[in-house]
């Protein structure tokens, strides 16, 4: 959740904390409760940092400006160890003279052993985190050594858990080090100037060649180089790649929220997903798998691992793909996966969904599926972070960056990308019970023009938004793929909005929620199309009738044409006609309208909600 921001730049250069500030109000998204900053100047190395949001810090370096610089870095903390404060703000210092400063992101689980060797030694602490631990291990290592990639080397085996770790020392300008451990770093190649961040967001604005660095690997820069050794000291190499989008795609371009910006980018999230992935005559061609196509023939089941909204994605790709291949496919809240003793072997498929592809949780379920011998396939927005890299295989979705907490275009990126693995899958095994894999590719490839149709519609939910803004409870419902879509606004709401909500399968209702229908309750219904299997149409329609019945509000969430909604429906917001398996990637785009828009009545920030973050990278 933290963010990080390291640069070194020219030997004549001063902009090394306009660099660094400008990366960690890039990070912001990621959430954090205080920042800071530490240079190396001629006088030697100097710090400042505050609890708080970062104005907090920009205000303290203007009562107490910092001399000039070519070499430094930042951070925003998320509290972990030791609450929100300004003495367990990160940088932490630490060698003779308290020459060294080092930010940190993850948790060291092993610190209070070394916490405690260290103070019988005589150290003294002045903070609450387990970073300061490591300030004082890499200080006390470079006097001993007097290099600072030496330092590190030195002191990243001792330490357990996930972390990236960035250091500074008085006594080596132009020299950052950085160390990464099941927690995210990337490069920053500049011209005469190298940059180091948690993503490609810190530097964006500077540099688009990025490098990608693996599993337990240690990185040096300086302004005209870069290094790289693994945690066995052994020299190491990282991947470089092109950063295909600017600093404007992080930036707002006009909206108000990054959250409407990025619900208004889906029509393009959608196609660029399903992009150059399919031949001329329809052929699906995923290559990027690097699973043998015998490999995915034998495949007998397939586990979903992943939490909150890429969860609901995962629930989706279940009604999807067990109807086009006919594989047992489960869904697993990835923290719980760990510890339910899965039945996995060789022939399972274990598909981790993670916008960050830094989600702890969901890499940690990762490595135990390989760990019992199971195939690993990750769907994520991000190049180059640590789940794909842990994973046999990746499908990436091109949604772009998404900056809000709250995710909405990589949902249904994640959608899209799981409907093409589907889809793929029962080409491999040369049938489909759901349809030709061509024909529902064609209309795949509808689906970004439909979902633009339905952002156009939106007035009439923003005015409900707006009316709405004291309602203190909203229920959802829906049958089969509308069920995860219920599951989803309802999570919405929660998150931005901070009112009650919950989303039930419809056919529950009689099974105890209808007990909390009164009069004016508001009741979103996802409605599928009516010539869904099994009379699911009718059935929901009977659904709305029951709660309309005992004085419910019903909003109706219907395909254009369906009539039989009318007469018990309070509001009916239409959708273009679709394929059902296909419904969910428009019908989730009203509930994401209605949340933003009534979180913004009510005066909240979308973008920043309390006590959320946007990568979650501890467990």
């Known amino acids: 959740m933290c963010g990080i921001v390291g640069y070194v730049g020219p030997q004549m250069g001063s902009k090394a904390l306009g660099v660094v500030l400008e990366g960690l109000a890039r990070l912001e998204y990621r959430g954090y409760d205080s920042a800071g900053v530490a240079l190396v100047t001629a006088d030697g190395l100097q710090t400042e940092k505050r609890a708080g949001k970062l104005e907090n810090l920009r205000s303290a370096l203007d009562s107490h400006p910092m001399e000039e610089s070519r070499t430094g870095i930042g951070h925003t903390r998320w509290a972990t160890h030791g609450g929100p404060t300004d003495g367990n703000a990160h940088p932490h210092r630490g060698g003779e003279g308290d020459r060294l400063a080092l930010i940190h992101n993850g948790i060291i689980e092993n610190f209070h052993s070394l916490k405690k060797a260290l103070l019988a030694e005589g150290v003294e602490f002045v903070s609450e985190t387990d970073t300061e631990v490591a300030a004082k291990l890499v200080g006390r290592e470079y006097d001993k050594l007097g290099d600072l990639t030496a330092a590190m080397l030195a002191v990243v085996n001792q330490l357990q858990g996930a972390f990236t770790l960035l250091a500074v020392h008085a006594d080596s300008p132009g020299v950052v080090v950085g160390a990464r451990r099941n927690s995210p770093l990337v490069v920053g190649l500049g011209d005469g100037e190298n940059f180091l961040g948690s993503d490609v967001a810190a530097f964006i604005g500077h540099t688009r060649h990025a490098l990608e660095l693996g599993q337990d690997q240690i990185v040096t820069i300086t302004p005209d180089s870069y290094s790289v050794i693994g945690f066995d000291g052994a020299p190491a190499q990282g991947k470089a790649y092109e950063v295909t989008w600017d600093a404007s795609a992080a930036e707002k371009g006009g909206y ?17 997903t399903l992009l150059g992935r399919t031949k001329d005559d329809g052929e699906l061609v995923l290559d990027e798998l690097r699973i043998s196509e015998d490999q995915l023939r034998n495949v007998d089941r397939i586990t979903f691992v992943a939490c909150g909204t890429a969860a609901y994605s995962a629930l989706v790709a279940k009604y999807a793909i067990e109807h ?7 869904v697993s809240l990835a923290h719980e996966f760990r510890y339910c003793d899965p039945i996995v072997d060789e022939r399972t498929l274990v598909v981790s969904v993670s916008q960050s592809g830094e989600t702890m949780d969901t890499l940690m379920a990762v490595k135990h599926a390989k760990e019992l011998g199971a195939l690993t396939l990750s769907i994520c927005n991000t190049h180059g972070s640590t789940i794909p890299r842990e994973s046999d295989a990746v499908l990436y979705t091109h949604a772009g960056p998404e900056v809000a907490v709250a995710s909405t275009k990589a949902f249904l990126a994640q959608i899209t990308a799981a409907y093409l693995l589907g889809l793929y899958l029962a080409q491999l095994r040369g049938e489909t019970f759901g349809g030709d894999p061509k024909e529902l590719m064609t209309e795949l490839r509808e689906m970004p023009e439909k979902v633009q149709e339905v952002l156009d519609r939106m007035d009439r939910v923003v005015e409900m938004a707006n009316f709405m803004a004291d309602t203190r409870s909203v229920l959802f419902l829906g049958r089969h793929v509308g069920f995860p879509i219920a599951l989803e606004g309802a999570l919405k709401l929660k998150e931005i909005a901070y009112i009650h909500a919950e989303g039930f399968a419809a056919g529950e209702l009689k099974h105890g929620p ?3 229908i009164e009069p004016g309750q508001p009741v979103f219904i996802i409605v599928p199309a009516p010539e869904s299997p099994h009379d699911l149409h009718k059935k929901v329609v009977s659904n709305i009738q029951e709660i309309r019945a005992r004085g419910a509000r019903t909003l109706v969430i219907a395909h254009d044409g369906d009539e039989d909604v009318v007469p018990f429906a309070n509001e009916v917001i239409r959708v273009p006609h679709c394929s ?9 785009v009203p509930l994401q309208v209605f949340a933003l828009h009534l979180a913004l009545a009510k005066g909240l920030d979308p973008d920043q909600p309390r006590n959320l973050a946007k990568s979650v990278t501890v467990e």
């Open 324 to 330: 086009w291949t006919r594989i047992p496919v489960e």
């Open 256 to 272: 108000s929220t990054f959250m409407e910006k990025e619900i208004d980018e889906q029509p393009h999230a959608v196609g660029d």
């Open 514 to 516: 209808i007990a909390l």
């Open 580 to 588: 059902p398996m296909l419904a969910p990637l428009l019908t989730v």
